[in-house]
């Protein structure tokens, strides 16, 4: 008898189960029914209004144009960051990441409903037009950017090699806007700057993140360790870097870490969480860093920052960061063009997203502008007795050249603005390319004392 109850108990879990399991289903049913007629609800009411364009719109239109601007209209209501690309445009989107492509040579985004510059890259027609990052485009040949998208942007900037641009522009500080004449030419974009400063001290700039950047540092970095026998300290200068490829940021951020998380990225599901670690071979994991970041450092070069500041490899230093931690998933569809769709967003190593919070640097330093300092410093300059010809040399004036060279190389914090101050306001005449360096940008100059510093403590 015991037996039986047991079976007959199993029995009667087994058809309430049933039951529930019925009633689940039915109701998850009626659900997906519900969504499934409101969903075709919409797509009938689209359908419609395609139809009625079609047949009684006072001019014959194109379809393939009024399903394109339909998809535009349906992604501007996302973010700004997802996109829908033509054809033409996503070719062009595909040949950017390979370091070379014709243009401009800017980063644009959407703030607050304008165009703005993230920043130019360097060495291109646009950088050497003067644009500056945060311009505000506001015309384009004449033609207003209000209300457009990124790719309606950059399809506006489009245009053959060697043909003029106008971009009207609004730049902080300036009552009135200015145009900006670019001529468009072959963007091929150096990704790795390298400058010996001398005593085994590397300063290298990342100005993008495309296919060859982790391979070129580590090129870099090797002939750099070659000629001195290691590395001693490496600037790693990531300011007005408008970001590019995850996978080079993440191996770039490799390449100074043993272990550790580098980044993680989570989308709609929050238990999906995607983490990438270091692989333990980072071939520079001993080398002091300090990474310079300002407002325009943004998406893979705030991994980079993140990866560095939260594992204790390095110190970041400048200005607070642009704040782009979302993550884009390309699709290439049937007709050739393309979906860029936001589908995740960034977490540094300990858990802070990076979208619109940027990485905090752990050292505030503002950048000085060289010309206007200089200008400034001469307008404002007294005669004093050394100005004078012919004036008795003092103790100071009398000292060796080497002994002056290597009171100026000193990265003591006493005396490091003054000393600065001065070269910024002299003519280069024969400076080494350190000193020219150091001469043009105070940031980094500040910065090579804090590595110099952090050296010290090792």
Do not use: C
């Not at 039951?19 to 659900?31: A, R």
């Not at 970001?243 to 951020?253: H, R």
């Not at 270091?278 to 070069?301: C, Q």
């Amino acid at each position: 008898m015991r037996h039986f109850f047991v079976f007959k108990n199993i029995r009667y879990f087994a058809i309430i189960t049933l039951l529930t399991t019925f009633i689940y289903f039915f109701d998850i049913g009626i659900g997906i029914k519900s969504f499934a007629e409101e969903r075709y609800g919409d797509l009938q009411n689209f359908s419609k209004v395609l139809n009625l364009v079609q047949q009684y719109y006072v001019e014959e239109v194109d379809t393939k144009k009024l399903i394109y601007g339909a998809i535009k209209g349906m992604l501007r209501e996302l973010d700004p960051h997802t996109n829908f690309l033509p054809p033409d445009v996503y070719k062009d989107f595909e040949s950017e990441t390979s370091g070379e492509f014709g243009g401009l040579g800017i980063e644009i985004s959407i703030q607050n409903g304008v165009l703005t510059i993230i920043s130019p890259i360097e060495d291109t027609p646009a950088w050497e037009a003067g644009i500056k990052p945060g311009d505000k485009v506001i015309g384009v040949d004449g033609v207003t950017t209000k209300n457009l998208s990124l790719i309606e942007a950059s399809q506006l900037m489009r245009g053959k090699k060697g043909d003029k641009i106008v971009l009207k522009i609004i730049r902080e500080n300036e009552e009135e806007p200015r145009d900006i004449t670019i001529v468009r030419g072959n963007v091929k974009i150096k990704s790795v700057k390298y400058t010996d400063i001398e005593n085994g001290y590397a300063y290298i700039k990342i100005t993008s993140f495309i296919e060859n950047t982790a391979r070129d540092l580590e090129k870099v970095l090797s002939a750099h360790s070659k000629k001195y026998g290691k590395v001693e300290g490496l600037l790693l200068d990531l300011r007005r870097n408008p970001g590019g490829l995850l996978d080079q940021a993440v191996k770039v951020s490799d390449m100074f870490l043993k272990d550790g998380v580098i980044v993680s990225t989570i989308g709609r599901n929050v238990k999906e969480k995607e983490v990438q670690s270091a692989t333990k071979h980072g071939s520079f994991a001993d080398v002091p860093i300090v990474i310079l970041v300002n407002e325009y450092t943004a998406s893979a070069s705030e991994i980079v920052s993140g990866a560095l500041q939260d594992n204790k490899r390095a110190l970041i230093v400048g200005n607070r960061t642009f704040g782009k931690g979302s993550v884009q998933s390309v699709v290439k569809l049937g007709d050739g063009s393309g979906l860029k769709l936001t589908v995740a967003r960034y977490y540094t190593p300990s858990g802070v997203s990076i979208q619109a919070e940027g990485i905090r640097p752990d050292i505030e330093i503002d950048d000085v502008d060289t010309e206007a300092f200089s200008k400034a410093v001469i307008k404002n300059k007294a005669t004093r007795e050394r100005d004078i010809i012919g004036h008795l040399k003092g103790d100071v004036e009398k000292r060796s050249a080497k002994d002056v060279k290597e009171l100026k190389s000193l990265p003591k914090e006493t005396g490091v603005y003054a000393w600065w101050r001065d070269a910024a306001s002299k003519k280069d005449l024969a400076l080494s390319p350190k000193d020219k360096l150091f001469k043009s940008d105070y940031q980094v100059y500040q910065a090579y004392g804090y590595l110099r510093a952090s050296k010290a403590t090792h």
